[in-house]
């Protein structure tokens, strides 16, 4: 069929398909652990935090990912940092980064001469640009996630029930909470180039957030979460090519619609008894076995 055969014959949106979907995938995979343990503003801080890092990269000359890992680790150590010295809460000290992050990367790009395209560059990405280099890093940045995600596994399932029980049970919730904080910026660091830092959180929140309703293992939210990212690259760049619309925003725009669409087919599957999304049902002290790396 013309509609989706003629897209294909350009390279750069079979690349876009590649890359959008293993983006999917990988925040897929990191987001379900973001939406199990609530951590969705820390999500969106650090795809927001990035921006200065990237602004610097940008106007220096330097690859865009190396400013964004840099930015992506001064976050995540000045939010521990605020905390573990502070009385602060780890909220109000994710929102002080957040907004110090953000206006500082809008103040740097400012400086340059073409302000307009820069901004909307790096908030709301290109993935029709995706070329051979990122593909190769989107793709690396998947297998080390899993590879961390099956390492971690038992220390984030324990995480999720009480921290203070994963302590007890000498699982370091301490090193796990770090590792995930490290996963989530690894996600929006690799992503950012497909669908831009302002929404490479609906890739990370919104299809694990739409696989809960349905599903209670973690295996089955990243599996369910990652196929429902995909579904909204492809319809989401199909709808671009074919309407003349921004692909970032139209692939970011299907994910939240998954999750509606998700709430409102749950009560024809679902009892009204289990309205919230329940624990990982794996047990802290179970083998690895629900881990995508294993699959």
């Not at 890093?137 to 961390?148: K, N, T, Y």
Request: include cysteine.
């Amino acid at each position: 069929m013309p509609f989706f055969t003629d897209p294909l014959e350009a390279s750069f949106f079979a690349r876009a398909l590649v890359g959008g979907s293993l983006a999917a995938v990988l925040c897929a995979c990191v987001g379900t652990w973001v939406v199990l343990r609530g951590m969705a503003f820390l999500g969106e801080a650090l795809a927001h935090g990035i921006l200065p890092g990237v602004a610097v990269s940008v106007l220096l000359g330097f690859p865009p990912v190396a400013g964004a890992a840099v930015s992506a680790g001064v976050m995540a150590i000045g939010v521990r940092t605020l905390t573990k010295r502070t009385r602060l809460s780890n909220d109000t000290a994710i929102g002080i980064l957040f907004v110090g992050m953000l206006a500082l990367g809008i103040a740097i790009v400012s400086k340059s001469g073409s302000f307009a395209v820069d901004v909307t560059a790096m908030l709301f990405g290109d993935v029709l640009a995706i070329g051979p280099a990122e593909l190769w890093l989107i793709g690396a940045a998947l297998a080390l996630a899993l590879a961390v995600l099956a390492l971690f596994h038992r220390s984030f399932t324990a995480l999720a029930f009480d921290e203070r029980k994963a302590l007890t049970l000498g699982l370091y919730p301490e090193r796990a909470g770090l590792a995930l904080i490290a996963l989530v910026a690894l996600a929006v660091i690799a992503s950012y180039q497909a669908i831009g830092t302002l929404l490479v959180t609906a890739l990370l929140l919104a299809p694990p957030a739409a696989a809960s309703l349905s599903r209670k293992s973690v295996v089955g939210i990243m599996t369910l979460g990652s196929a429902i990212g995909i579904a909204a690259v492809v319809a989401g760049l199909y709808a671009s090519w074919h309407l003349a619309i921004a692909a970032g925003p139209a692939i970011a725009l299907a994910a939240v619609l998954a999750v509606a669409l998700a709430a409102a087919l749950r009560p024809r599957r679902r009892s009204a008894s289990s309205e919230q999304p329940s624990p990982p049902s794996a047990a802290p002290a179970e083998s690895d076995q629900s881990c995508p790396a294993h699959a």
